[in-house]
């Protein structure tokens, strides 16, 4: 079985400052990785994932992650945030193998203030 | 094209009564799998079907939950004799059959219940 942690619940920042979100994850077998975001009254929207090759993935909206295998990270990362990146961020792991359930962190609320 | 489809957006029902929730996927694609999310537990898996093959129940936390999958397509969620716990948005996702973008869920808007 495979777990997430999102080692912060909150994170408040001002508009035009970078901010990153901490994933970590745990799991006995190869996995792939994702990052969510969910806007208030709304659904999950993918932001990046995480399948194969470049372990820099670049996503919507200006966000980027980076997979770390030897310290099981998908850390997300956006140099400059907008008042409209207001929302509910969760990371989300699935197995490779014949297993596409998602396990998710238990999400990270970024509050962009002017 | 059109997204993931759910309804009703909300759903407010006593205590004890049946409900029954819809989700339409994306044309075409052929897994579409139910989550919860609720205050107390985040998002959970619930159920996933894939295809004509038999789907995987594991995430159902209880037998008055249940879902079918007609003809490939649609899909509804019952939950019978519901309690206040069950109060949750309930979130339906899809996601097609080939290449890398089978492992990308695509999720919509969600249903959201409250039991009274």
């Known amino acids: 079985a495979q777990s997430v942690t999102q080692l912060d619940s909150q994170v408040p920042v001002f508009e035009e400052a970078p901010v990153e979100l901490r994933c970590n994850y745990s799991?006995?077998?190869?996995?792939?990785l994702f990052w969510y975001v969910q806007y208030p009254n709304q659904g999950l929207q993918l932001l990046l994932k995480?399948?194969?090759?470049?372990?820099l993935v670049k996503g919507i909206n200006g966000f980027e992650a980076e997979f770390n295998k030897s310290q099981t990270s998908f850390h997300l990362r956006k140099p400059s945030v907008h008042i409209s990146d207001t929302a509910e961020y969760f990371c989300?792991?699935?197995?490779?193998?014949?297993?596409?359930?998602?396990?998710f962190g238990a999400g990270t609320t970024v509050t962009v203030r002017a | 094209g059109a997204g993931v489809s759910q309804s009703p957006s909300n759903k407010v029902t006593e205590k004890g009564k049946d409900v029954e929730l819809r989700c339409d996927p994306i044309?075409?694609?052929?897994?579409l799998y139910w989550y919860r999310q609720s205050l107390g537990q985040g998002l959970e898996f619930l159920i996933y079907?894939?295809?004509?093959?038999?789907?995987?129940k594991s995430g159902l936390p209880s037998d008055r939950f249940s879902a079918e999958r007609t003809g490939g397509s649609v899909s509804t969620l019952t939950i019978q004799r519901t309690q206040q716990e069950d109060s949750a948005v309930y979130l339906c996702?899809?996601?097609?059959?080939?290449?890398?973008?089978?492992?990308?869920?695509?999720f919509g808007a969600g249903t959201r219940l409250s039991v009274l």
């Open positions: 079907f894939q295809g004509n093959s038999a789907p995987d």
């Open positions: 995480y399948l194969s090759g470049s372990t």
């Open positions: 989300a792991v699935s197995a490779v193998s014949n297993d596409y359930k998602l396990s």
């Open positions: 996702a899809s996601s097609p059959s080939g290449g890398e973008a089978k492992n990308i869920q695509y």
């Open positions: 799991s006995s077998v190869s996995v792939y």
């Open positions: 044309s075409g694609h052929t897994a």
